[in-house]
């Protein structure tokens, strides 16, 4: 009964193979009904076998017409920094460059490189700066950017900055394995970017 | 089938993205203005205990930590 049951499975995957299967959010439960019919006729007394998208939740979906408002969620580790606000866009340093957010973006996952992130509102505009992180744009306008440290630019001690910079400037000149280099460039980029960040 | 993709340069060099996240939030923590540096230092601190396990039971832990005194 069970050989029969795979022979019927692979008919009719054969059979849809020509058609485009629809994105788990566009059809919440797409249930083949000619499959079910099938196996009710082979095993009448067993229930269809569940797909995984069965046991999903369904996506939240994508609102017909874009949002107003950008809900943004920017967590650190040790605290939430923004969760769930409503803000008009925000501006994030991915390693592509500055990528600016607006309600109804394409969703992207965006790496973030060090640099600053501002979030405006209104004619609020906060500025903090990123040490790096991941963006996820969602279709529904959410944000949810993640970083290991955020800081706001006016806690940055400008001094320390240009130790650091003149320090693993040094430093790159003088590496020698490639781990050195790799460590000596992360400092140079790091500090470049705070140094841009509070001139500016 | 050697992947031609440009890797960033720490990859390149043996590093992981966990390691390079972590220097770039230490070297960001290190120019911060005080007192925020003290509290961000501490962040920095590691505590952890480590047992090699032998015949189902747990070894004397070796401790590896920060906080001095323990």
């Known amino acids: 009964m069970f050989r029969q049951a795979s022979r019927l499975v692979s008919r009719s995957i054969t059979a849809k193979s020509a058609t485009n299967r629809a994105f788990s959010t566009e059809v919440p439960s797409t249930i083949d009904s000619s499959f079910v019919e099938a196996w009710k006729k082979v095993a009448p007394n067993m229930d269809p076998p569940q797909t995984p998208s069965s046991f999903m939740k369904p996506r939240p979906s994508t609102a017909s017409s874009i949002p107003t408002k950008l809900t943004v969620n920017f967590v650190l580790p040790y605290a939430s920094e923004l969760s769930g606000k409503e803000v008009d866009m925000v501006i994030i340093p991915a390693t592509t460059g500055q990528m600016g957010v607006l309600p109804g973006h394409v969703p992207t996952i965006a790496e973030l490189k060090p640099g600053i992130m501002s979030v405006h509102e209104g004619t609020d505009i906060k500025k903090y700066f990123v040490s790096s992180g991941f963006a996820f744009l969602h279709a529904n306008s959410v944000a949810d950017i993640i970083a290991v440290e955020a800081v706001p630019l006016e806690n940055i001690d400008a001094s320390q900055v240009q130790k650091g910079l003149a320090e693993f400037t040094q430093k790159l000149a003088s590496a020698t394995t490639d781990l050195e280099k790799a460590e000596a460039q992360i400092g140079v980029e790091v500090h470049s970017a705070m140094n841009a960040a509070l001139s500016g | ?70």
């Not at chain 2, 060099?13 to 290190?30: D, F, P």
């Not at chain 2, 230092?41 to 920060?66: C, M, Q, T, Y």
């Open chain 2, 1 to 70: 089938m050697a992947s031609t993709a440009a890797v960033p340069f720490w990859r390149a060099a043996g590093m992981t993205y966990i390691t390079y996240s972590n220097i770039c939030a230490n070297l960001v923590r290190n120019c911060l203005k005080e007192p925020l540096k003290a509290e961000a230092l501490n962040r920095e601190k590691v505590h952890f205990s480590l047992s090699k396990w032998a015949g189902g039971k747990p070894e004397k832990p070796i401790l590896r930590s920060d906080t001095p005194g323990v």
